[in-house]
Nanobody, 124 residues
Framework: QSQFVESGGGLVQPGGSLRLSCAAS???????????MGWFRQAPGKEREGVSC????????NYADSVKGRFTISRDNAKNTVYLQMSSLKPEDTAIYYC??????????????WGQGTQVTVSS
C-alpha cells in the first residue's frame, strides 16, 4: 500500500492551471519529513518521468526542462504534504501524476510504492 495519496488532477484547457497535492498517509508522516519529495508523470505508452523534486527543507528544487518556468513545487512539512502548481498547461502535460521520493540533482527515484496517482488532462 502506498505511503502517499495524490489529488487535484482534472480536465483543463490549454493555458490553464491546476494545483496537485500529495499527502503522506498515516505512519508515513515522519518518513516524509526526512525525504526529498518529487512529482513524476506517466503518459499513455510512455515511461514514467521525473517532473520536479524538492529537498527536505524546501531549500533546493529542480525541474524537468519541459516544465521549467511553468510548474512550481513546494512542501508543507507540518501537513506532510507536497504540492505542484502547474500553469500554462499544454496538451503534452497530459498524464497520470504521481509523487514519491527523489534525488534533487537528477530527478531520479528508487521509489516503488506508487499510489493511484491523479489524472491531468489538458484539452480544448
Amino acid at each position: 500500500q502506498s505511503q502517499f495519496v495524490e489529488s487535484g488532477g482534472g480536465l483543463v484547457q490549454p493555458g490553464g492551471s491546476l494545483r496537485l497535492s500529495c499527502a503522506a498517509s498515516g505512519a508515513s508522516g515522519p518518513a516524509f519529513r526526512f525525504a526529498n519529495m518529487g512529482w513524476f508523470r506517466q503518459a499513455p505508452g510512455k515511461e514514467r518521468e521525473g517532473v520536479s523534486c524538492i529537498s527536505v527543507l524546501g531549500g533546493s528544487t529542480n525541474y524537468a526542462d519541459s516544465v521549467k518556468g511553468r510548474f512550481t513545487i513546494s512542501r508543507d512539512n507540518a501537513k506532510n504534504t507536497v504540492y505542484l502548481q502547474m500553469s500554462s498547461l499544454k496538451p503534452e502535460d497530459t498524464a497520470i501524476y504521481y509523487c514519491g521520493t527523489c534525488a534533487v540533482p537528477t530527478l531520479a527515484t528508487a521509489f516503488r510504492s506508487w499510489g493511484q496517482g491523479t489524472q491531468v488532462t489538458v484539452s480544448s
